[in-house]
């Protein structure tokens, strides 16, 4: 490991819900503190954010700020203005490029973006949304790949969770949120269990919207064929996907699917709603299937409970392409570029 004369202070909305914002900045932080660098995480989280932030800019002499999430970010430049001053490097997670750039708040979110130096994308995809509408981002876009890491928690068997070994389980890996549309998996496997009585749903995240979770929650009360294990820890995701046969994600809209890239990489094939941020993650029918409605998930799903071979060798193609493309030294290299370019430092260890 190589010390560089470098301090980040990155800031994030979570870090301590399990969420994609707050996954992506700790295990980035983790991996660059690794490689060398000083890092100092500030969450929005606490409810005196704006005190911790004013005293870590007094005492510390950043070199690069690091910010997740255009609108909160963009908060944070509104009410620290000082920020603007340094080097800042903005990664757009999702919600902020689909729901908040188009919304009522649009204004702090395009203000962000004209603020920052850098603008991190998690696919390619999402440069062509931004430059239809701001082609003076162009410049300031760049392309970084989420890096899968998962820890070796304690390993569960499907006894211990109450499943039997015969039975197929499809894992749904998600917060309890309405851009989520958990409706949409319980809708077509409801189906598909009235055909297939040995099938499972098993459904991991954390209560986010209280209002959706309570209809969620309720709904699934009278389907003992449905579990919700609700929010567990990073540590223990490893073993619980494991006991999947195929992963789930039936967004509305995805920046990318973190804890899908992890159940692939542990040789899960996977459903995916066709929509922005899930697109183009995988090829059609090598790694999984792409659905658009009730009615393309139920097939999808009979064909993965009915092909066991098409779904090892699907499994085997998703490993592979988490191996490929989503791999956490890559994605480190590609920040400790990105800084480096930024700062103009030239002795990083990647």
């Known amino acids: 490991m190589q010390k560089h004369n470098v301090k980040i202070l990155m800031i994030t909305p979570f870090a301590k819900v399990q969420r994609g914002n707050s996954l992506t900045a700790t295990r980035i932080k983790t991996g660059l503190i690794d490689r060398g660098f000083a890092i100092d995480l500030l969450s929005l989280e606490d409810h005196n954010w704006r005190e911790q932030l004013q005293l870590a800019l007094r005492q510390s002499a950043y070199s690069l700020v690091h910010g997740f999430h255009a609108l909160h970010f963009g908060q944070v430049l509104q009410s620290e203005p000082a920020i603007r001053e340094l080097p800042v490097v903005l990664t757009t997670t999702g919600t902020d490029i689909y729901y908040d750039l188009w919304g009522v708040q649009k204004n702090i979110v395009v203000e962000a973006m004209q603020a920052v130096q850098k603008i991190v994308l998690f696919n390619d995809d999402f440069h062509h949304i931004l430059l239809t509408a701001f082609p003076e981002f162009q410049n300031k876009m760049t392309t970084i790949p989420q890096g899968v890491y998962l820890e070796k928690g304690i390993v569960k068997t499907r006894q211990e969770f109450g499943f039997l070994s015969d039975e197929f389980i499809f894992v749904l890996p998600s917060g309890l949120r309405p851009v989520k549309n958990i409706e949409l998996a319980i809708d077509a496997l409801t189906l598909l269990h009235q055909e297939h009585s040995v099938i ?3 459904i991991i995240g954390a209560v986010i919207d209280k209002q959706y979770s309570y209809s969620i929650i309720n709904r699934i009360r009278d389907l003992p064929w449905i579990t919700y294990l609700g929010e567990i820890p990073h540590d223990q995701m490893a073993s619980t996907l494991t006991l999947g046969d195929v992963v789930l994600n039936t967004s509305h809209s995805e920046g990318q699917p973190q804890a899908v890239l992890e159940a692939m990489s542990l040789g899960k094939p996977c459903i995916l709603t066709a929509v ?26 009979q064909t993965m409970v009915n092909s066991p071979a098409l779904r090892e060798e699907m499994g085997l193609s998703a490993r592979q392409l988490i191996e490929t493309r989503f791999t956490l030294p890559q994605e480190l290299d590609a920040y400790s570029r990105l800084y480096q370019e930024m700062i103009g430092i030239n002795t990083f260890d990647i």
């Open 276 to 301: 922005p941020g899930n697109l183009n993650l995988i090829q059609e029918g090598r790694e999984g299937f792409y659905v658009k409605n009730r009615e393309d998930l139920l097939l999808a799903a």
């Open 200 to 202: 499972r749903l098993l």
